[in-house]
């Protein structure tokens, strides 16, 4: 059961959420991705069925966790920090620049 199930299907729908139960309005079966899968392709996945979370499940379709957009965009983050540190931290200010070295 995502927010967008919750949007679409109770809200959108009028429907009352207190007589609304889970399984009438989940998405039953969710696109999901491996968990040794890239994350470049968990994100063609997300922009292909136009989602932002996608289950995570083993190769038994154990379910492990859930990758979220934010997920994908915190780790990104993350990662352009370090790039900037190393940017930074080179000598003479040129960011290492090849023709500066």
Request: with cysteine.
């Amino acid at each position: 059961l995502s927010d967008r199930d919750l949007a679409i299907r109770v809200l959108g729908a009028a429907l009352d959420p207190r007589t609304t139960t889970v399984a009438g309005v989940m998405t039953a079966w969710p696109a999901t991705i491996q968990q040794d899968a890239p994350i470049d392709v968990a994100v063609a996945e997300m922009k292909a069925r136009g989602c932002r979370r996608l289950p995570v499940v083993t190769d038994e379709d154990k379910l492990v966790g859930i990758l979220s957009l934010d997920d994908i965009i915190a780790n990104v983050a993350d990662e352009l920090g370090q790039i900037r540190q190393v940017w930074n931290c080179h000598p003479n200010g040129t960011g290492g620049n090849k023709s500066n070295d």
